[in-house]
């Protein structure tokens, strides 16, 4: 999960001045011919606002940043932001910068969705901006030219075999990793989290703005995590939802390992509905809370001895089952389908196959969230390490069937990391980070926030949320635990005060 941004001028100024140095007298005119275009590089762009045509009431931009940051001079491409105006001018007191997951998911569009509510919660102390990290939505993007099986997310998550064979999972991932390497070039070599966070700083200077306040989600509070340590006195009022563990030899890859024991954590609550005496008999999947997670796995083990199409037509394997219930602990929301699909399938037998529509990840988004992953850390190349961590996993948490812990593209990549992974420490900036985390998140578990925790020490409070999901602030679930969280984040926000110590939202 992970994409880059910003260290960006004062690395490209210091490397054009060390440069100058190195270079001969002999060779003065030619220095300073070069030293002139890395100055010319380096220099932040204005910013040229008109209406987003997608999102009303916003305005859209483009920000060109370099390709790679070490080479000012070299290829720029393009980062596009949008902005929502405060609506109240007098309240204003800067910029709040919306930081979104993934990693590949656009910041523009969770402006052009949550922007109006955020802005009215904030009571029009800033203006709201989204940038679309290099590689996604309308900044400049790559083509790994990945066919649709190979974007069908019961394979791109690598979802083991019925048996937990992965042996397709390898021959998938090494498929992969070549077909990006092959068309994706250097640009795709550039999505990391280390470049989102130079891009961001890089943003913060077109925008004239001293510091920056933030709202990260999920991925996005690693990209907040590593600004905040990489430019501690840029950061005003900083606010990460939905934590990982930030430690260098969990990133990446110890956060999709998290996700086994994060849907077992959330699975309870999904039980509890689907039990509910109100359910109708089209949603009602057991008679008991107990009854429901003995009934979703003697379902899926049924139906992995499905083929994946029949008849031109694709069917409801167990993978996809096992793929939809992941996807669906994220939200309360998606309780409804998921119990009406499992009742379904349950109620079908042997003799009509349901047939389902794959989630398949689109083409321009699967090479950001590959990337980041790879070109963040050193993945591990051992495949038997993978085949072991596959079967024990699987027996720990069926749920999830070893797909966490799986082999990944990452195994095969052909690109290094550029960047060694930044270490989050308590030590060298203002105490001005406010997390906030649902106990029984499905995706970034509450076990993991209380690493980042732990890592920021007193530069940091945490606002524990007795909710399961994934998204604790301005969250669609609606709760005396939701709301106490909200004014929480909402009140540090408007009067940069945040409680004394942390704090459990029951």
Not at 284 to 304: F, G, H, N, Q, T
Not at 458 to 472: F, K, S, T
Request: net charge positive.
């Amino acid at each position: 999960m992970a994409l880059t941004k910003r260290k960006a001028l004062l690395l490209t100024l210091s490397s054009a001045a060390v440069a100058a140095t190195l270079t001969a007298p002999a060779q003065a005119q030619g220095q300073g011919q070069a030293q002139a275009q890395a100055g010319a590089a380096s220099a932040v762009p204005a910013l040229s606002w008109k209406a987003c045509a997608d999102s009303p009431g916003a305005e859209c931009a483009d920000l060109s940043v370099p390709l790679d940051y070490r080479k000012p001079g070299g290829r720029h491409i393009t980062v596009a932001v949008s902005r929502l105006r405060t609506d109240r001018p007098q309240a204003r007191r800067g910029t709040l910068l919306v930081i979104a997951g993934g990693p590949g998911s656009s910041g523009r569009d969770k402006v052009a969705i949550v922007g109006a509510e955020l802005r009215e919660a904030t009571r029009g102390a800033y203006d709201i901006v989204g940038l679309d990290p290099r590689g996604v939505g309308g900044s400049t993007r790559a083509d790994c030219k990945l066919d649709d099986d190979d974007r069908d997310i019961t394979h791109f998550r690598s979802y083991p075999g019925p048996d937990g064979d992965i042996s397709a999972n390898v021959a998938r991932s090494r498929r992969i990793a070549e077909s990006c390497a092959a068309n994706g070039g250097e640009l795709v070599g550039s999505f990391s989290t280390a470049n989102e966070v130079r891009d961001i700083d890089r943003l913060r200077e077109a925008l004239g703005e001293k510091k920056l306040s933030a709202w990260g989600t999920s991925y996005g509070t690693y990209v907040g995590a590593v600004y905040a340590q990489k430019y501690p006195h840029r950061t005003d009022r900083w606010v990460l939802d939905s934590n990982g563990d930030p430690d260098p030899s969990r990133a990446e890859r110890g956060w999709l390992a998290n996700m086994s024991a994060a849907a077992d954590d959330r699975f309870p609550d999904f039980a509890k509905w689907a039990a509910d005496p109100s359910r109708d008999a089209k949603h009602r999947v057991a008679e008991r809370p107990e009854d429901v997670r003995p009934a979703v796995l003697a379902l899926a083990s049924k139906l992995d001895r499905l083929p994946e199409q029949q008849n031109g037509k694709p069917l409801l394997t167990g993978n996809r089952l096992r793929a939809q219930l992941q996807q669906a602990l994220y939200y309360d929301r998606s309780f409804e389908k998921l119990a009406a699909t499992i009742v379904a399938a349950r109620d079908a037998g042997d003799d009509a196959p349901p047939v389902t529509e794959p989630l398949i990840v689109p083409a321009a988004d699967a090479p950001v969230t590959m990337a980041v992953l790879c070109n963040d850390v050193q993945w591990p190349r051992s495949i038997a390490s993978y085949e072991r961590a596959v079967a024990a996993d699987r027996v720990r948490h069926p749920l999830t069937a070893g797909m966490p812990v799986n082999v990944t593209p990452c195994a095969f990549w052909k690109y290094a990391p550029a960047d060694k992974p930044t270490r989050i420490t308590p030590d060298g900036g203002p105490s001005n980070v406010l997390m906030v985390q649902n106990l029984r998140d499905p995706a970034t578990p509450y076990r993991g926030a209380l690493k980042m925790r732990e890592a920021f020490g007193d530069r940091a409070r945490m606002v524990a949320v007795d909710n399961g999901g994934h998204g604790a602030y301005l969250s669609a679930t609606k709760s005396s635990a939701t709301a106490c969280a909200d004014r929480a984040v909402s009140e540090f926000f408007v009067t940069g005060k945040r409680p004394d110590g942390d704090v459990l939202c029951r």
